[in-house]
């Protein structure tokens, strides 16, 4: 079965400073893996995705994530945080068998101090 | 576009009573899920629908809840009876094909109170 662990419910940084948010799956073949952000009140928009086309993907509003098999993980990262990075941000892993279920992890909180 | 749209935004009712959250996938999308968002369980897939079809409702909690897509651009979730603990926020998606690397396009979301 498949799993994804977001490591860190809350996570502060200031602004300027690297955000880096843990993902870790599990999963008997690499699955499809996604970051989704999720700003109060609203539901959740897609950050980026890996499809295996490539190991370093880059998303929206400067983040990136890196796909690393040996370590089974998904890490979320953008060099320099803003006021407006302030959100909810998740985790999700997609099998690769076409069930179109996706798996989310429980989320972690990111808080961003001027 | 405008979106994967719901209705209501909030709705606040008392125990007992019938809720109906209701949702409009994006023009086109052949697939639409239902999810539940609480702070003790996390995001939850509740249903999905392929084309108007249910493909699997293992994720419905229990005989209270049921969901229909009577056609491509409407779906609704019924709760009855409501009970408190079906206090979330719930959400519905929508996804354009089968490709399993397609985007879930999320909605706003229905704040549920069940006082």
């Known amino acids: 079965a498949q799993s994804v662990t977001q490591l860190g419910s809350h996570v502060s940084v200031s602004e300027g400073a690297l955000v880096l948010l843990r993902c870790n799956y599990s999963s008997s073949v690499p699955p499809y893996l996604f970051w989704y952000v999720q700003y109060p009140n609203q539901g959740l928009q897609l950050l980026l995705k890996?499809?295996?086309?490539?190991?370093l993907v880059k998303g929206i509003n400067g983040f990136e994530a890196e796909f690393k098999k040996s370590e089974t993980s998904f890490h979320l990262t953008k060099l320099s945080a803003h006021m407006s990075d302030a959100a909810e941000y998740f985790c999700a892993v997609s099998s690769r068998s076409g069930t179109y279920k996706y798996i989310f992890g429980t989320g972690t909180r990111l808080k961003v101090l001027a | 576009d405008a979106g994967v749209i719901q209705s209501p935004r909030h709705e606040v009712t008392e125990m007992g009573q019938e809720v109906t959250l209701r949702c409009k996938p994006i023009?086109?999308?052949?697939?639409l899920f239902w999810y539940r968002q609480t702070m003790m369980r996390g995001l939850e897939l509740l249903i999905y629908f392929n084309n108007n079809v249910p493909i699997d409702d293992s994720g419905m909690p229990e005989d209270r809840f049921s969901a229909k897509m009577p056609n491509a651009s409407f779906s609704t979730l019924k709760i009855q009876p409501s009970e408190p603990r079906d206090s979330a926020v719930y959400f519905c998606?929508?996804?354009?094909?089968?490709?399993?690397?397609?985007?879930?396009?999320f909605g706003p979301g229905t704040r549920l109170t069940v006082l």
């Open positions: 890996y499809t295996s086309a490539a190991t």
């Open positions: 998606a929508s996804k354009p094909s089968a490709v399993s690397t397609d985007t879930q396009y």
């Open positions: 023009s086109g999308h052949d697939y």
